[in-house]
């Protein structure tokens, strides 16, 4: 009994030694395409790229168990773009906070007008010898009651009475001011203009911990040496074979470790077996 004790001892001994002594193998990039801080600015495929890095908690909270520090990362750039509009014939556009109505004649137009849309309720309000609202005769036609200093009220045909809108005319190439943007007239055709301007947009791209990212046409994979640094490499096969030594040392750790638990439990269970009194 004495011998399959000091056995299993022996057993766990070597376990434990290999255990604890064993090196875990890390993912560990050489010559990495990137190799940045948090707030630097990166060239990835002809593109300025700026990285940023954060950190966070995960699991624990209030049953007992232990957070995880999380890190993640961003590359973000900025870029120009062209954003288009067409205006449709007889719409109306909205420019220097006034109303405009699209007018274009003929099947092949070379240019297009912009025609006010006057606001005739604010003119009315505004002029304090005019009725509020226009009356229509029982032939159709629109006044606006005005009445002067001595009480007369006269009848003032509509189109008299109202200013002559504005209008501007546009054609392939101009330009105006429209939504705080510099357009150009790009296209008239019989059915609307289309108007062009460039646009400043954000390209964002949010990066994980051994994750594959894909940036213009290239695909990396990423990895976080501490907290406050980002590695990216093409060189993916590489990383696979890392992981997968990783992955192996864990199986092996994890062999060793049932290994001890095992002789160590023998080791006990003889020994308390040896106590056993006999019945004979």
């Not at 190799?35 to 630097?40: P, R, S, T, Y």
């Not at 109202?162 to 705080?180: H, I, K, M, V, W």
């Not at 040392?249 to 023998?266: A, P």
Request: glycine share 8%; proline share 3%.
């Amino acid at each position: 009994m004495a011998v399959f004790v000091a056995l299993f001892l022996a057993v766990a001994g070597v376990a434990g030694a290999l255990t604890a002594t064993a090196d875990s193998p890390e993912i560990a990039f050489e010559s990495p395409e990137v190799d940045a801080a948090n707030g630097d600015t990166v060239q990835i495929g002809g593109e300025s790229y700026t990285v940023g890095i954060s950190e966070s908690e995960e699991g624990g909270g209030g049953h007992g168990g232990a957070a995880t520090t999380v890190v993640t990362g961003t590359l973000e750039r900025e870029f120009t773009a062209e954003t288009s509009e067409t205006w449709t014939n007889g719409s109306t556009v909205s420019i220097d906070d006034r109303e405009w109505r699209v007018e274009i004649t003929g099947e092949s137009p070379s240019e297009f007008t912009l025609v006010e849309v006057l606001d005739r309720q604010a003119i009315l309000e505004a002029d304090d010898s005019a009725d509020n609202q226009t009356v229509t005769s029982d032939a159709g036609e629109e006044f606006v009651l005005v009445t002067d200093e001595s009480g007369e009220t006269t009848s003032v045909p509509a189109d008299e009475y109202f200013p002559e809108p504005e209008e501007r005319s546009y054609a392939s190439g101009d330009t105006l001011q429209y939504n705080g943007n510099t357009v150009t007239v790009d296209d008239v055709t019989a059915d609307g203009a289309v108007v062009v301007w460039e646009t400043t947009q954000t390209e964002t791209i949010e990066i994980e911990q051994h994750s594959t990212v894909t940036v213009g046409d290239t695909e990396y994979v990423a990895h976080f040496p501490d907290a406050s640094t980002l590695q990216m490499t093409t060189d993916i096969e590489a990383y696979e074979s890392q992981a997968s030594e990783i992955e192996q040392f864990n199986q092996y750790n994890s062999g060793l470790s049932r290994v001890l638990i095992l002789s160590i439990l023998s080791s006990i269970m003889l020994a308390g077996m040896a106590f056993i009194p006999s019945r004979y």
